[in-house]
């Protein structure tokens, strides 16, 4: 994937969804709600790594560890901004 896609997909996702993308190398990102300030703890929600044709999500909260897999970065995306809707409160 190359890095303008990236960075378009973090601003596509930042605008919609409130996730936000940040590369780590080329198959990881930390994956952040946008709606928390920098030094808030609750602004980091997990790890997303592509994998074995797949994007394994990490989850460092609600549930620390928990692990999902989708088939597409796109998929993981989706699924990350709903449970991000369904799950996190700001403030």
Excluded: N
């Excluded at 620390?64 to 709903?82: D, H, K």
């Amino acid at each position: 994937m190359g890095k303008w896609y990236e960075m378009s997909l973090q601003q596509e996702t930042r605008t919609r969804s409130h996730v936000e993308l940040t590369p780590l190398s080329t198959t990881a990102w930390r994956v952040c709600d946008d709606r928390f300030d920098a030094r808030d703890v609750r602004r980091v929600v997990g790890y997303l790594q592509s994998m074995d044709d797949e994007y394994e999500m990490l989850w460092m909260r609600p549930r620390p560890g928990a692990t999902y897999r989708y088939p597409t970065l796109e998929a993981a995306v989706s699924a990350i901004a709903l449970r991000l809707h369904l799950t996190s409160h700001p403030h």
